[in-house]
């Protein structure tokens, strides 16, 4: 039998490289890690049928294959080593039917999250799942990591969107899961098995996903600036404990605020300069959309203001955009600043407050600096580790190490969002527990008997 990368060239033709570059940028993804040796080709899918021959080929050859979207992952899933085939699915980016009767969208993998939403508002109808990337990344690769975002706090995660899926096999079969009816229950739930599974069980090549009416009322937004973060904290969890849902809540320690501020000028004040002057030591967004939007914000700025805040209110839709996009610019505030560690723990809602605290804890006892912004209302805390490139130094690992622990001890999860990938696989079993852990990479041989599938990834 000829080798692979010859069998992959005849039969894919223009659609597989091995050009020098092309294999050096699949090194990695936007988690800073790279790995030690570049793939050995990567298919860019035209459509299914590429994705069959890839997967065909390769488990004949048993070559390991890197499913990839936009590479926009933060644990590595999606950078491949010598040896591997990476499937590339970001050029399969065509919106194959939007159907306004069912509520639903049926989309190939590498369709961008914004791009989709975009082509829905004319129907009235939104694409819930936010990712502070939505701009850049892909259905597909958010299906595969399950995607939080800004709005989870009310509207849940990608796997909250996700009705059915068409998925490659290693090998090349077609494996269709879920359907397109609001509810179904026959049989084992596959469709959230392939959710955030990381391209280690199949490659997503079709997601039926759900929409939600597009809300059209004006939200009130309002910003508690707060001494410190603890304070901050409090309220959010008063927030919570109130029944208030907002839309989202997010947190921004002190070092975040000066971050954005810094990249921003004078617009980073909107969040850190309560009215009055001086500089705030943790600031809150709070957003609320429903149609009492104004009620329940006065009454989150009661608690705020209760738990040590000022409060500043606005019903203005533009400044709620300017604020958003604000707490969105946090990321390349700290890129600005240098190489970015990107972390994400998530403990339980009323653990917040403590998990600052122990954040503290680990700033001074390995003196490094950890800006922190969490989506408060779901607990899910990420602290950043900013360094000098391109590796990331080895007392930053470990008190990224004392964070990951830290987290469990509290009854939280190494991951909220951006998965396990290869940056937390060595404290997987730490979390999962040894049956819980045995059992999934059983699963795992189920899907993928001979081991091809993202190997090294999510498992050690
Ligand atoms: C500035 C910035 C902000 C971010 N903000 C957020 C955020 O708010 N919330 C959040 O959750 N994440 C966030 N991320 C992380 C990242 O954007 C998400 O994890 C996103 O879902 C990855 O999509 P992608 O298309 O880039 O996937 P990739 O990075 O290409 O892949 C990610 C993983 O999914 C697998 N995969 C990709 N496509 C497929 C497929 N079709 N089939 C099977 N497996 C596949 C890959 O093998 C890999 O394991 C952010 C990243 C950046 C750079």
Not at 113 to 140: E, Q, V
Not at 335 to 362: C, K
Request: charged residues 20%; contains cysteine.
């Amino acid at each position: 039998m000829p080798d692979p990368i010859q069998r992959l060239a005849d039969e894919l033709g223009d659609a597989f490289t091995a050009e020098p570059s092309a294999l050096q940028r699949a090194r990695t993804d936007r988690s800073g890690w790279v790995s030690d040796s570049a793939p050995s080709g990567i298919v860019m899918a035209r459509g299914i049928d590429d994705v069959q021959a890839a997967l065909r080929i390769a488990a004949e050859h048993r070559m390991p294959v890197v499913p990839r979207g936009a590479a926009t992952g933060l644990a590595g899933g999606a950078a491949a080593v010598h040896g591997e085939l990476v499937v590339d699915v970001s050029g399969m980016d065509r919106i194959l039917q939007i159907a306004p009767d069912d509520e639903l969208a049926v989309v190939e993998p590498g369709v961008i999250n914004a791009d989709l939403d975009a082509a829905l508002a004319p129907h009235g109808l939104w694409f819930a799942p936010d990712p502070a990337s939505k701009d850049i990344s892909t259905i597909g690769g958010n299906i595969a990591t399950n995607a939080g975002g800004l709005l989870c706090a009310k509207y849940g995660v990608t796997r909250e969107a996700v009705l059915g899926l068409k998925v490659v096999l290693a090998g090349g079969r077609v494996l269709r899961t879920g359907h397109r009816t609001v509810k179904g229950v026959t049989g084992y739930d596959l469709t959230s098995l392939f959710v955030g599974s990381e391209g280690t069980l199949g490659v997503i090549v079709e997601a039926t996903v759900r929409t939600l009416p597009r809300p059209s009322g004006a939200p009130t937004t309002l910003v508690g600036f707060f001494s410190g973060v603890r304070q901050a904290a409090a309220a959010s969890a008063a927030i919570t404990a109130a029944r208030l849902r907002p839309a989202l809540c997010e947190l921004l320690d002190a070092a975040s605020l000066e971050a954005i501020t810094a990249y921003l000028g004078e617009d980073g004040g909107l969040v850190h300069e309560p009215i009055g002057g001086g500089a705030s030591g943790a600031s809150l967004i709070v957003q609320f959309d429903d149609a009492d939007a104004g009620a329940r914000a006065a009454e989150a700025a009661a608690l705020v203001r209760g738990a040590g805040g000022t409060v500043r209110l606005s019903s203005d839709v533009e400044e709620a955009e300017r604020l958003l996009a604000l707490r969105r610019a946090f990321h390349p505030a700290l890129a600005a600043q240098g190489e970015v560690l990107i972390e994400d723990v998530a403990v339980p809602r009323s653990r917040l407050a403590d998990m600052f605290e122990q954040i503290e804890r680990i700033e001074r006892e390995y003196e490094v600096r950890i800006p922190t912004v969490a989506h408060a209302a779901d607990g899910n805390l990420h602290p950043n580790f900013v360094h000098r490139g391109p590796e990331v130094p080895d007392v930053i690992w470990r008190a990224a190490g004392d964070l990951f622990t830290t987290a469990l001890r509290l009854g939280g999860t190494l991951t909220g969002e951006h998965g396990v990938g290869v940056l937390k696989r060595r404290w997987l079993r730490e979390e999962l527990g040894d049956d819980s852990y045995d059992l999934q990479r059983e699963v795992k041989a189920v899907f993928d008997p001979f081991g091809i599938l993202n190997p090294g990834k999510v498992f050690a």
